[in-house]
């Protein structure tokens, strides 16, 4: 079995092939011209660092588009003759990829593809396919048993996270200007949250930094993981520019958490892919995690 997980996943290049995954791209364009880029190209933190401080000038604007056609027959080409697990960030949230994967599994029957809709976007993509992995590792599972494994994951998976440019929110339409103005001259800054069939994130509270956010995510994570009666964690964490802080300061909650409540936990930390910067802007980290059952 190969398994394919499209960009979304937030999981960096090395991590992605120590994992054996295959990866699809989502097109990334700069002012409505497509921004040349590779997920595995060896200078990928320098080139997604340049698109940063390309969107920081408030007349330009990132965008992304659905996966192409020959994106995926090039992607399920590479795995032709085996079975196939694609990994997908939630369709409802990307309508032209969903119509694109259906037109290609149509019209090429020759590809043995399971396609998995995780409901979800950002970490929460990455979150799952990680969950399965590690059940992957200690036991033998069949193609079918996996996506099995991942729908019922998939109801116990959540995004989290902080957005600190507000006024590149204003630009993509998300936010008045005095709203953004206000909240920025008053320090507050928005948590962000998705949960499977949602396919969105939403804005969830204001924070005036970063502890205040972990504070209020640790504290959620253990309502919901008692609710499930769980000790099993996989998380995955992303982050734009110099916020690996806010991501380390949460590994060091979670760590100190599951050995209090004796969680099994896994935590991965990766730099920002590509397809999330235009969505989120230049600043800011989120966590993708799913409570094991």
Known sequence: MKIIIDTTCQLEPQRIKDLGLLVVDYPLYLNGEEYEHYWDTPNHRELKDKYID???????????????????IAAFESCKGDEILLI????????????????????HPEFDV????????ASGVGAQGLAMLRELKNKKLTRDECYELMVKNRANAFVV??????????????IGLAKAAMATAMGLYPILSSTPQS?????????RNFKQANAR??????????????????????YSN????????????????AEKLNWDIQVDINYTNFSLIPHMGPDFYEMGYVIGT
């Open 54 to 72: 390309l969107i920081r000038n408030k007349k330009s604007k990132g965008s992304t588009s659905g996966i192409t056609e020959s994106a995926f």
């Open 88 to 107: 997908i960030q939630s369709l409802s949230n990307t309508k032209a990829t969903g119509n694109t994967l259906n037109k290609v599994l149509k019209e």
């Open 114 to 121: 399971k396609a998995f809709d995780t409901e979800i976007l």
């Open 161 to 174: 996270g902080v957005l600190y440019d507000l006024f590149y929110l204003h630009r993509s339409g998300r």
């Open 199 to 207: 396919g969105v994130l939403k804005s969830t509270g204001k924070v």
């Open 217 to 238: 995510f640790i504290d959620a994570i253990k309502e919901q993981m008692a609710e499930r009666n769980s000790k099993i964690l996989t998380v995955t964490m992303a």
């Open 242 to 257: 110099e916020h690996n802080k806010e991501c380390l300061h949460m590994k060091d909650i979670l760590e100190k958490t």
